[in-house]
């Protein structure tokens, strides 16, 4: 059985409430990342919510990287751009 949310559900939970996952600055492991110097050139951050983390990613790869995130909810994609 398929139990794959849909966008309208992702949208309705980010318009009514915060979902767990969302800390207001990037998770542990992707500071850890950075911190270490993992994290340069190019990087695609598939659901990317909110942006913090694909904020963190742009600091990292500086002005010579690229970074990408992408995301199904457009009111998350909206929220991400006003960051």
């Known amino acids: 059985m398929d139990q794959t949310p849909t966008i309208s559900r ?10 767990p996952w969302v800390i207001g600055e990037p998770q542990p492991a992707v ?4 911190e270490a110097g ?12 909110a942006g913090a983390t694909t ?11 690229r970074v990408l995130g992408l995301d199904i909810s457009e009111p998350l994609l909206a929220r991400a751009d006003a960051q």
């Not at 500071?31 to 950075?34: D, H, K, P």
């Not at 993992?38 to 919510?49: F, K």
């Not at 904020?55 to 990287?65: D, I, M, R, S």
């Open 10 to 19: 992702f949208e309705d939970f980010y318009k009514n409430q915060t979902p």
């Open 38 to 49: 993992a994290i340069s050139g190019r990087v695609l951050d598939v659901g990317c919510g």
């Open 31 to 34: 500071v850890a990342l950075v």
């Open 55 to 65: 904020l963190a990613f742009g600091e990292a790869v500086g002005p010579t990287g």
